[in-house]
């Protein structure tokens, strides 16, 4: 099987950007974060950056986003959807946070507040994102597939590409 483009999606804390690196790496694919794309990065995580340059760089790429991505699931040759335990995430998601803040990780300038959010959407982000992230994806690409934990990612790029 011949990939050039990989989407992979997934709530806060996932893997997305964990897999995402080592896939490019292993496959030679540029691999981009969907939330240095999304977010204009010359202020806080409050401001959009434009809908034309966030559509430039469509190629590994991982996020949570799907409203905006249509084109890049139906370009994609394949979508990953990463569906790990909602506690191995909020784990995930409060370990990033203290290695930003211990200046181990690059920082996005979280907030406590911000961290106390993140948790409480990425609760919410299965049921409600995640579903229709899914069905967007139904439609526009027959190549996806579902995996809970990092093991059976890189089990199925090994076995498959």
Avoid at 98 to 104: C, E, Q, S, T, Y
Wanted: aromatic share 12%.
């Amino acid at each position: 099987m011949t990939i050039k483009k990989i989407h992979i999606i997934g709530g806060p804390g996932s893997g997305k950007t964990y897999i995402s690196q080592k896939i490019s790496k292993d496959l030679h694919i540029e691999s981009y974060d969907l939330d240095e794309l999304f977010w204009d990065k010359s202020s806080s995580y409050d401001t959009k950056s434009d809908i034309n340059k966030r559509n430039e760089k469509l190629w590994i790429i991982e996020g949570v986003y799907y409203s905006w991505l249509q084109d890049s699931f139906v370009k994609s040759d394949i979508v990953f959807i990463l569906k790990p335990n909602v506690l191995k995430r909020d784990w995930r998601i409060i370990k990033r946070f203290v290695k930003r803040k211990l200046g181990l990780l690059p920082s996005k300038r979280g907030s406590i507040k911000g961290l106390i959010d993140l948790i409480i959407w990425n609760h919410k982000y299965d049921k409600k994102n995640l579903r229709q992230a899914e069905a967007m994806i139904d439609k526009c690409n027959s190549n996806k597939v579902i995996l809970k934990n990092n093991k059976d990612i890189f089990n199925f790029v090994k076995n498959n590409f």
